[in-house]
């Protein structure tokens, strides 16, 4: 920690970097127990298509113009009120999943949960990004992902678990009663540190939102994710009903697919972080992005639920290193332009990636076949590493990050 900082200040900043992870890590536990059988509950009450995208990603609706905004309100009147709102909406949103009678309310219900992800999540990369040292950015955020990955990682397995042996309400249940302790956690317990990060950040909100977007390093890590999102927005979509259609798997298998590969991005982020803070954080996001975009091309040649699992472990091991090097670029650019306002907007990319490509995986689905949708996101994210490459480079980001 800062050498400025007082010991009674060290540890209410490492108080509050364990509350904000524990916090993470109930609320994407909850989320994750949902959001990856939402298409499959909605395909049984009869929706198809784009209308199965939406169940899936329709919370980028509200999420996508919020989050630069509820980031840069962050940065003006502190983060715990945005912390603890988002959490709560994120319950409120799962007794809706409850009572939901067609598959039109349930999506509704989704996209009302996108303004509680878009208080809840740049803002609390926001606030780990505060407490970061310099020159440990990688580490932090690493460390930070694991809560997030991990609770996003168990999640599928619980919920298909659920699912499986009490029903889908029970799921919904769950996610509520997840986040509803995420929410106590940060109303009664998380700490309001004011720490040097902060103090060096335009906190008051001084650069326009315009200037930050301008910036080209934000305008690269933000094109990234985008693109990103487009190709596994149809994906992460789309997988579950590729599993129980075409491999006849049940939901608990479902869920371990997709937790295998979360779980193991959360094991491995903070290793990467660290990797993140020595080595070519732009190469390190590049690599990740071109391996995972590889094994999820091979998704359709996948004929039965172990070599499925078997990929999704192998992608997992490599596509975790593009995230703590991505956080640690944009905690970097958010000390010079406002934390909340780019970790907004560093998470806004990720959210329009994920609509638009959802969408566009319904519409792919309907006219050439489900396993198009996977080779689709593979094709746009290798697409997108090239784009960031050239983006970087434009932005000469510091010579020895490029080369």
Request: hydrophobic fraction near 55%; charge should be positive; glycine fraction near 14%.
């Amino acid at each position: 920690m800062n050498a400025t900082l007082t010991d009674q200040a060290r540890l209410r900043l490492s108080r509050g970097f364990a509350i904000i992870c524990l916090a993470t890590l109930m609320g994407g536990l909850g989320i994750g127990m949902v959001s990856p059988l939402l298409p499959v509950f909605a395909e049984e009450m009869g929706a198809s298509g784009i209308w199965l995208g939406l169940a899936f990603s329709g919370f980028a609706i509200t999420q996508t113009p919020l989050t630069p905004f509820m980031g840069r309100l962050s940065d003006r009147f502190g983060r715990k009120l945005f912390l603890a709102g988002g959490m709560l909406i994120y319950s409120l949103a799962a007794l809706g999943y409850v009572f939901s009678p067609t598959y039109q309310l349930l999506t509704i219900f989704r996209i009302f949960s996108g303004i509680g992800a878009a208080m809840f999540f740049p803002v609390a990369f926001a606030y780990v990004g505060d407490l970061a040292p310099r020159g440990m950015e990688g580490r932090y955020m690493g460390l930070f992902n694991v809560a997030f990955l991990v609770g996003w990682g168990a999640g599928p397995v619980l919920g298909g678990l659920f699912k499986d042996s009490l029903g889908t309400d029970a799921t919904f249940w769950a996610m509520m009663v997840m986040s509803a302790i995420a929410f106590v956690v940060v109303a009664l317990l998380l700490p309001k540190p004011r720490v040097e990060a902060q103090r060096e950040s335009p906190s008051n909100g001084g650069v326009p939102m315009l200037g930050v977007l301008k910036d080209r390093v934000v305008s690269a890590i933000c094109t990234f994710e985008l693109i990103w999102g487009l190709g596994f927005g149809g994906v992460f979509a789309f997988l579950p009903i590729f599993m129980t259609d075409n491999l006849g798997t049940t939901a608990t298998a479902v869920g371990i697919v997709i937790s295998t590969r979360a779980i193991l991005n959360g094991v491995l982020v903070y290793p990467y972080g660290w990797l993140a803070d020595r080595v070519n954080r732009v190469r390190l996001m590049m690599l990740g992005a071109t391996l995972g975009a590889i094994g999820t091309f091979a998704v359709p040649w996948m004929t039965g639920f172990a070599p499925l699992l078997l990929l999704f472990a192998i992608t997992g091991l490599f596509e975790s290193m593009s995230v703590p090097a991505g956080t640690a670029i944009a905690v970097e650019r958010g000390r010079h332009l406002g934390m909340g306002s780019v970790m907004g907007l560093y998470s806004m990319s990720w959210s329009v990636g994920m609509l638009i490509g959802s969408v566009a995986g319904g519409i792919i689905q309907d006219f050439s076949g489900i396993e198009n949708v996977f080779r689709y996101g593979a094709v746009v994210v290798l697409f997108g590493v090239g784009i960031f490459y050239l983006m970087m480079r434009r932005a000469r980001y510091a010579k020895e990050t490029v080369g």
